[in-house]
């Protein structure tokens, strides 16, 4: 079973910077199409950045491109998410998930393991 903990949320101010990092045990995170959501009380989740363990290819909405940037760090078995240029629109609950790395994609559906969670939260 693959376990997933994220951590490195907190609260910052509009502008500031964060990187959230999610620890993969009991599998090697090459194996999988790994993603970070989000969400916001009362709101869906959504999708934030993904990336294929195995390629390296990485996927953003085009509103986050710039700011956001996803990376693994295969010795440490890590996922990362850089986050810069911080809005008070990217305050929410942002979560690690795991997937397959076949046809890696940003679907909610396509993640079957997820982590805990990691509050981020940025204030004006």
């Known amino acids: 079973q693959v376990k997933l903990v994220e951590s490195g949320g907190g609260s910052v101010q509009a502008g500031g910077s964060l990187t959230l990092s999610c620890k993969v045990s009991?599998?090697?995170?090459?194996?999988?199409?790994m993603a970070w959501f989000r969400q916001a009380p009362g709101k869906e989740r959504e999708g934030v950045a993904r990336?294929?363990?195995?390629?390296?290819?990485?996927y953003m909405p085009g509103s986050l491109e710039g700011r956001f940037t996803i990376s693994v760090d295969n010795a440490k078995d890590t996922l990362n998410l850089q986050m810069s240029s911080l809005k008070p629109g990217d305050t929410a609950m942002y979560y690690c998930a795991a997937g397959s790395n076949e046809f890696c994609n940003l679907s909610l559906q396509h993640f079957r393991n997820w982590g805990q969670g990691t509050q981020v939260t940025v204030s004006s």
């Open positions: 009991g599998d090697t995170i090459r194996r999988y199409c």
């Open positions: 990336i294929d363990g195995s390629t390296f290819a990485t």
